[in-house]
């Protein structure tokens, strides 16, 4: 079931009229068999992990809380995140490893014969392990109380709108809402609906149109010219922006038509001038998680430099296979590591004073381009594949080349109106400027959105890019 489909439109009708009806604790149990069934509707077979893994984290919470004993908290926490990281470690990666173990034999000259198995990846497993560990982790560092109620619990895991694709939500902002009784005021109607209708309009319009394009440029074996490789990663950079920024903010949008608020994901990514800002702006749950679960703990920036780079380039390397079993994707985390240490060397993220237009012009667009870069190793599907598009990359440069004429305008077509909405939020500092425009303009946009949907927009229910992380 996809935000996009019309089974999802049905569903949440139904959820939202019955939740408006119930008192508090209906609600949640509302909430907890709603958010099974959404989840069930891809594969039920893998309920079972999701309510497993609740299950372990809330009663591991509970004894790591009600001990003093430094060793039993320890082995508490160590079967919390064994278990979590054995199932995404085997779901997840062990159709990679395995793979990768078999060629590094290969190349010695080892025929062997594996015992290879076909491990399909549970929807979503990386977004709620990463809820859960987060959970216990905050519990044994005493940041929190542990909640002793189970069904809120459960629905903190499961809420079905951030269930397969995130946010990554951390429980002292989504467990007391959940708790509490719920109130949802018009300002949170207006802006959910707001946002519901802007995610459609960058996953219909912009996100599955340039999807086309981007399939096309990045076939393998098809044969590309620099303008196709260039035009093919800003298709891309687009494509995952409003794929992925869209489904944040259908997800918040459902939220607070129950009187629940996510944690904005994405502001305004391809805006900012240094990679520290990219990733202050681009996937925020997930660089923040990165950040205080992995970077800290490992030293962050309080040891030498050396030590500083070593764990920016850990952190970075491993966010990278977060995103996918495959070694285009360890390439880019790894590429991203290398950006963060050298902008932090060249101590380019510190915004200077007085600095001119020019000078910012010019900082902006070296970094969307070292962003597009990595946007080529992210979407290419075997490093063999990243050679050939970086090899294509310098041939057929001419004003005549068939690439601009052939995707230039279809680009420009559906990023203007994209573009022209972010520039209205980003000069306002604000990300629900448009409903709090004045009447004739808010009007204008809204219309121009159905317009630019209806005619325009993509209803064949693509699904959303991360669901496969």
């Not at 959404?38 to 309920?47: C, E, I, K, Q, T």
């Not at 996918?324 to 060249?346: K, N, S, T």
């Not at 980003?426 to 990300?431: S, V, Y």
Request: glycine share 8%.
């Amino acid at each position: 079931m996809v935000f996009n489909s019309l089974h999802f439109a049905v569903f949440f009708l139904i959820v939202l009229t019955a939740y408006r009806l119930l008192p508090h604790r209906g609600q949640n149990w509302l909430l907890l068999g709603a958010s099974y069934y959404f989840y069930a509707a891809w594969d039920w077979r893998f309920l079972g992990l999701l309510i497993a893994s609740t299950l372990v984290d809330f009663f591991c919470a509970l004894a790591i809380a009600g001990s003093d004993d430094a060793r039993r908290r320890r082995v508490l926490l160590t079967l919390s995140l064994g278990f979590n990281l054995s199932l995404l470690g085997f779901f997840k990666y062990f159709n990679f490893f395995a793979d990768s173990l078999h060629g590094l034999f290969a190349l010695a000259g080892w025929q062997l014969d594996f015992f290879t198995l076909k491990v399909l990846l549970p929807i979503g497993i990386s977004f709620y392990t990463f809820m859960t560990m987060s959970y216990v982790i905050d519990v044994y560092r005493r940041e929190i109380e542990p909640t002793r109620n189970l069904l809120d619990f459960g629905v903190f895991i499961a809420f079905f709108p951030h269930l397969v694709a995130g946010p990554i939500l951390r429980a002292s902002k989504l467990l007391p809402q959940i708790a509490r009784p719920r109130t949802v005021t018009r300002a949170q109607i207006a802006e959910g609906l707001w946002l519901i209708a802007w995610g459609f309009f960058k996953k219909v319009f912009v996100a599955d149109n340039l999807g086309h394009l981007t399939d096309t440029i990045f076939l393998p074996g098809h044969g590309v010219t620099g303008p196709d490789v260039l035009l093919g990663v800003y298709a891309f950079a687009f494509q995952i922006y409003g794929d992925f920024s869209g489904y944040s903010d259908i997800a918040r949008g459902t939220s607070k038509l129950m009187g629940i608020d996510l944690t904005v994901n994405f502001l305004f990514p391809y805006f900012v001038t240094s990679p520290q800002a990219f990733w202050r702006n681009w996937h925020i749950s997930l660089s923040t998680w990165l950040r205080d679960y992995l970077y800290i703990p490992l030293g962050g920036n309080r040891g030498s430099a050396w030590q500083t780079r070593r764990n920016l380039m850990i952190t970075m390397v491993l966010g990278g296979l977060w995103h996918g079993a495959a070694w285009p994707f360890v390439i880019w985390g790894a590429y991203q590591g290398a950006l963060l240490i050298a902008y932090r060397q060249l101590n380019a993220d510190t915004p200077r004073p007085n600095a001119s237009w020019i000078r910012t012009a010019i900082a902006w667009l070296v970094m969307f381009h070292l962003t597009c870069l990595g946007w080529l190793i992210f979407r290419a599907k075997s490093t063999s594949q990243i050679g050939e598009l970086l090899a294509a990359l310098p041939v057929g440069w001419s004003l005549q080349a068939p690439a601009w004429h052939t995707y230039g305008p279809t680009l420009l077509f559906y990023l203007i109106p994209l573009l022209v909405i972010h520039g209205i939020e980003a000069r306002r500092e604000d990300l629900n400027a448009v409903p709090r425009l004045p009447l004739v303009a808010r009007y204008a946009i809204y219309c121009g959105i159905a317009f630019f949907v209806l005619l325009f927009g993509d209803f064949g229910g693509a699904q959303f890019i991360y669901f496969q992380f």
